[in-house]
C-alpha cells in the first residue's frame, strides 16, 4: 500500500510539474508577442509623428511664403 501511494505522489509530481513547465513556456510565448507588438505601435507612432512634423513644417512654410 506504502508502494502505490509513493507511486501516485511521483506520478502527481510529475504532473504538475509537467504543468507548470507548459504553462511558463504559454507565459513566455505572450510576453514575446506583447514586446513584439509594442515595438511595432512604437515604430507606427514613431512614423506618424514624422509625418505630423512634415506636415506641420510644410503648412508653415506655406504661411512664411504667403505673408512674406
Not at 512604437?42 to 506636415?55: H, Q
Amino acid at each position: 500500500m506504502k508502494l502505490i501511494k509513493g507511486l501516485l505522489a511521483i506520478a502527481l509530481v510529475s504532473i504538475i510539474a509537467v504543468s507548470c513547465k507548459e504553462a511558463k513556456e504559454k507565459a513566455d510565448e505572450a510576453t514575446d508577442q506583447m514586446e513584439e507588438v509594442a515595438t511595432d505601435a512604437m515604430e507606427d507612432a514613431a512614423e506618424t509623428a514624422e509625418d505630423v512634423i512634415d506636415s506641420v513644417k510644410a503648412k508653415a512654410e506655406e504661411v512664411i511664403d504667403s505673408v512674406g
